[in-house]
T-cell receptor, first 113, second 114 residues
Framework: DQQVKQNSPSLSVQEGRISILNCDYT??????FLWYKKYPAEGPTFLIS?????DKNEDGRFTVFLNKSAKHLSLHIVPSQPGDSAVYFC????????????FGKGTHLIIQP | DTAVSQTPKYLVTQMGNDKSIKCEQN?????MYWYKQDSKKFLKIMFS???????INETVPNRFSPKSPDKAHLNLHINSLELGDSAVYFC?????????????FGPGTRLTVL
C-alpha cells in the first residue's frame, strides 16, 4: 500500500531549464511534506518542506507546491544545475513526526549539459 | 564533523548470524530513527526512539532489536539474519518528535546476507 507515489523513476532535463518532480499521496491525514535529495552511497539530505496549511514554499532555486484537493505536490528547480543530478524523494508525515516519514520511491533527476 | 554517523558502512554476513549496526548523532537531538531501504528502493520506517524510549515499532520482526544506551546513540541488533534482511539501513535523528522537525540521515549501512 503505497501512500506516497512518485510515478516517474527518472527525469532528464537540460542544464538551465526547469526541473519539475511530482509526487502524489493517498493519506489525507498527512500534514507535512518534505523533499529529500540523495546522492549515491550517501544518506538522504533534507531539501525543502511544506506544511499542509500552505500551498507554496520557496527556497532559492527550489519551490514546492502543494495541491491538497488533488493530493499532489511538486518540486520545481530553476535553473537546473549539474549538481542537482541525484535521486529526489518525496516524504510525508502525519501529526507527530515520531511516526516517521513515509517516503516515495524516488525520482532520479539527470541534468544534461 | 559528521552529524549522523553509522558503522559499518558495508556489512556482508552469512544467514543465521547475529550482527549490529551502530548509529551516533552529535546534533543534540532527542529523537532517533531506523529506516530500511529495500531492493525496490522503498525507504520505510522501522523504529523511532525519543529520549531513549521506544515510541514506534512498525511491523518489524522481533529479530530486530534497537538499543539506545543514551539519546545520542541508537544501535540496531539483528539476530538470525535472513536473506530478506539484505538492504540499506539508514539511521536518522530530529530535534524532537514533532512533525515539522527535519530528520537528518546518516550515510547508510549496506547489509548483504549470503
Amino acid at each position: 500500500d503505497q501512500q506516497v507515489k512518485q510515478n516517474s523513476p527518472s527525469l532528464s532535463v537540460q542544464e538551465g531549464r526547469i526541473s519539475i518532480l511530482n509526487c502524489d499521496y493517498t493519506n489525507s491525514m498527512f500534514d507535512y511534506f518534505l523533499w529529500y535529495k540523495k546522492y549515491p552511497a550517501e544518506g538522504p539530505t533534507f531539501l525543502i518542506s511544506i506544511s499542509s496549511i500552505k500551498d507554496k514554499n520557496e527556497d532559492g532555486r527550489f519551490t514546492v507546491f502543494l495541491n491538497k484537493s488533488a493530493k499532489h505536490l511538486s518540486l520545481h528547480i530553476v535553473p537546473s544545475q549539474p549538481g542537482d543530478s541525484a535521486v529526489y524523494f518525496c516524504a510525508a508525515s502525519v501529526g507527530g513526526g515520531a511516526d516517521g516519514l513515509t517516503f516515495g520511491k524516488g525520482t532520479h533527476l539527470i541534468i544534461q549539459p | 564533523d559528521t552529524a549522523v554517523s553509522q558503522t559499518p558502512k558495508y556489512l556482508v554476513t552469512q544467514m543465521g548470524n547475529d550482527k549490529s549496526i551502530k548509529c551516533e548523532q552529535n546534533l543534540g537531538h532527542d529523537t532517533m530513527y531506523w529506516y530500511k531501504q529495500d531492493s525496490k528502493k522503498f525507504l520505510k520506517i522501522m523504529f523511532s526512539y525519543n529520549n531513549k524510549e521506544l515510541i514506534i515499532n512498525e511491523t518489524v520482526p522481533n529479530r530486530f532489536s534497537p538499543k539506545s544506551p543514551d539519546k545520542a546513540h541508537l544501535n540496531l541488533h539483528i539476530n538470525s539474519l535472513e536473506l530478506g534482511d539484505s538492504a540499506v539501513y539508514f539511521c536518522a535523528s530530529s530535534q524532537t518528535s514533532g512533525s515539522t522537525d527535519t530528520q537528518y540521515f546518516g550515510p547508510g549501512t549496506r547489509l548483504t546476507v549470503l
